[in-house]
């Protein structure tokens, strides 16, 4: 599967932003996937989860009430909204998805910049 996020941009804070993945190549509800962030000098780190058929969700304590997770298998599109922007959420947003053997798969990040 191939994936391609966009959607980032320089936002304030407080504000909003929705990012999108949109996936090509395979079943795109055979995976499960995510959203992981990667900020300058720190290590890549989990943002927000769906399952296959967009049932179950999880989200890192740091998102939790702030960021909603969505599917849509139909258009084969991972969407990140995310509200209550705060400068600590700025970092490279990648979206993953994940096979039922548990290989990973990643896309090119998309730059998420929220000013103070």
């Known amino acids: 599967v191939q994936l391609q996020a966009s959607g980032g941009g320089l936002v304030r804070t407080g504000g909003s932003l929705t990012l999108s993945c949109a996936a090509s190549g395979d079943t795109f509800s055979h995976y499960a996937m995510g959203w992981f962030r990667q900020a300058p000098g720190k290590e890549r780190e989990f943002v927000a989860a769906i399952g296959r058929t967009g049932v179950s969700t999880l989200y890192a304590d740091s998102v939790k009430g702030r960021f909603t997770v969505s599917r849509d298998n139909a258009k084969k599109r991972l969407s990140l909204q995310m509200n209550s922007l705060k400068p600590e959420d700025t970092a490279v947003y990648y979206c993953?998805?994940?096979?039922?053997?548990?290989?990973?798969?990643w896309g090119k990040g998309t730059q998420v910049t929220v000013s103070s």
């Open positions: 993953n998805a994940q096979n039922m053997y548990r290989m990973d798969y």
